[in-house]
């Protein structure tokens, strides 16, 4: 695809211009390289209840992009008007989706095609500030935040898929520096949320002061060496460490080792990694359990999860200033020394194996690797305004979810930051989910 991208006239408007066709263009790249390497019949097929056809991704994909950029942002005319509702992810839940007659692998390729150089086309024409939803570009850093989640959906889907290895990635980065322990992180007050961020989401609005007591969290993500002692120890077979509910989905669905792991009967554990079997790495982050797994982990450890704010401020917080950062490291956009992002790698980075990424606390790997649970439930933020749709965040607060932060190896950039909010139900573990663990601070550490 060919994108004229002024090149004379260097204004804000420009730069902002530019950066979103990079990052429009990034995304449809990546969902290219999800789709093309598979042949219609996998692209058609539901390789799991849990997920749509690939094919069908494809297409939602630019069937947003044509509502909210094309027909809203652009007052353009339909491109296909005819398939909204085959692609409204409220109308048809995802074990339903096969059976729609869906466009197939070529026509939803012409048409997301289509769609973005009409969205580019827009983009050419908008002078970025007339109102709220285009102000800073919004509208379009939220498809490209869309198409970038939907990506990482795919990607689990290639993950749950049987077969030969259709994916291609360079190993993970072994580790730096050692990592271990607890950080301490003090009472006191910051600011969680963001008001200055132009992409943010509204489920991340407003900023608001929140106080909370002195807690310890880990330095780094639960690791697979820590997480095989838990299994050695029976985790899987103590009912004591499960709470009522977690128990009850344990023995339903016959949990004893995060998905995607398989023991050779002996002492070897191998884990199944897009399609290929890999030994395990004892150092990286587990990857692939749910809350409930997380959460009798955390009993056995004598510890619990963090909660949604304490991780925020052991994420962003800056003692010396004061100030709630972007990013644990500073304000500056991710790049590979700082975060395993982007589908790089496509598996968590080894702990300790970006120092640079490490926030003014010291707590490492706090963005990238693994999606980590939170024990918070996804609620509104006080004086929250849903925008520009209910059906981003409003109609999920108060359900069955926990949140999840800092994003997975399979998150890109534009779609993850300190202040993004991921949440699922307590019994996923398709996504790309691990956890670190907090506790209070005794009295004499206070």
Not at 231 to 247: F, H, Q, T, V
């Amino acid at each position: 695809m060919t994108v004229h991208l002024p090149g004379t006239d260097h204004s804000d408007t420009e730069r902002l211009r530019e950066r979103i066709a990079r990052v429009l263009i990034r995304a449809r790249e990546r969902t290219a390289g999800l789709t093309d390497c598979l042949d219609e019949g996998e692209l058609v097929a539901q390789h799991s209840r849990l997920m749509s056809p690939l094919v069908w991704d494809l297409a939602h994909i630019g069937n947003q992009e044509e509502l909210w950029l094309v027909r809203d942002v652009g007052g353009r005319e339909p491109v296909r008007a005819d398939i909204d509702q085959l692609y409204d992810a409220f109308r048809h839940p995802r074990a339903d989706r096969p059976a729609l007659p869906l466009l197939d692998p070529a026509e939803a390729r012409e048409y997301t095609g289509t769609v973005r150089a009409k969205a580019l086309d827009v983009l050419a024409d908008s002078d970025l500030r007339s109102d709220r939803l285009i102000s800073g570009g919004f509208a379009f850093g939220m498809i490209a935040q869309h198409e970038q989640q939907h990506d990482e959906t795919m990607l689990a889907t290639h993950q749950l898929r049987t077969g030969a290895p259709a994916l291609a990635a360079s190993p993970a980065p072994t580790a730096a520096v050692p990592v271990s322990g607890e950080i301490v992180i003090p009472a006191g007050e910051f600011t969680m949320g963001t008001a200055t961020d132009p992409w943010a989401l509204d489920n991340e609005r407003p900023a608001h002061p929140v106080r909370l007591p002195g807690f310890a969290i880990d330095a780094a993500p639960v690791t697979n060496a820590q997480y095989l002692e838990f299994i050695a120890d029976g985790g899987y077979r103590r009912r004591e460490l499960w709470s009522e509910r977690g128990w009850a989905h344990r023995v339903e669905v016959d949990l004893n080792a995060p998905q995607f792991w398989e023991n050779d009967g002996g002492n070897n554990w191998w884990r199944r990694v897009f399609g290929a079997m890999t030994p395990l790495r004892p150092r990286q982050p587990v990857v692939h359990v749910c809350w409930f797994e997380a959460e009798a982990y955390a009993n056995w450890a004598g510890k619990r999860l963090p909660t949604e704010a304490e991780w925020e401020k052991a994420a962003r917080f800056d003692p010396a200033t004061g100030r709630s950062r972007r990013f644990p490291w500073g304000d500056a956009d991710p790049d590979e020394s700082t975060a395993n992002l982007g589908q790089r790698h496509l598996e968590p980075a080894e702990v300790g194996a970006y120092p640079a990424g490490a926030s003014p606390a010291g707590v490492h790997q706090l963005i990238g690797d693994v999606w980590e649970w939170t024990s918070s439930g996804f609620e509104r933020y006080p004086e929250f305004e849903w925008f520009p749709y209910p059906e981003y965040s409003e109609v999920f607060f108060g359900g069955d979810y926990r949140v999840l932060r800092g994003g997975s190896f399979g998150t890109d950039e534009v779609a993850c930051r300190s202040t993004f909010r991921n949440w699922d139900h307590p019994i996923r573990r398709q996504i790309f989910s691990g956890f670190r663990l907090a506790r209070d601070l005794r009295s004499d550490e206070r």
